[in-house]
Nanobody
Framework: QVQLVESGGNLVQAGGSLRLSCAAS????????LGWFRRAPGKDREFVAA????????YYTDPVKGRFAISRDYNKNTVYLQMNSLKPEDTAVYYC????????????????WGQGTQVTVSS
């Protein structure tokens, strides 16, 4: 059974950095994608970033381009989200997701989700 466990969320001042980790188990993750989504208070869940499991291509939503970086450690079966230059609008619960579909930015592509980790950015 696939399990995803996020960690690394915290309270940070605007302009600061955090690195989120997602430890994946129960699957080979050799196809599809591993992604990060977030849900801010009162808003819908939104796509943040994803990495393709075959080619390693990365994808980002426009508001985080140039500030966030997704990466994967194949040996540790862990995916990371390095977040720099954080802004108050980045405040949200961040979720890791895994799936084999091709519509990388759609939550529906991902049947497996972690429990989420809270990121709070103070101004």
């Amino acid at each position: 059974q696939v399990q995803l466990v996020e960690s690394g969320g915290n309270l940070v001042q605007a302009g600061g950095s955090l690195r989120l980790s997602c430890a994946a188990s129960g699957g080979t993750f050799s196809r599809g994608a591993l992604g990060w989504f977030r849900r801010a208070p009162g808003k819908d869940r939104e796509f943040v970033a994803a990495i393709d499991c075959i080619g390693g291509n990365t994808y980002y939503t426009d508001p985080v381009k140039g500030r966030f970086a997704i990466s994967r450690d194949y040996n540790k079966n862990t995916v990371y989200l390095q977040m720099n230059s954080l802004k108050p609008e980045d405040t949200a619960v961040y979720y890791c997701a895994a799936g084999t579909g091709s519509i990388i930015r759609s939550p529906g592509t991902y049947p497996y989700w972690g429990q989420g980790t809270q990121v709070t950015v103070s101004s």
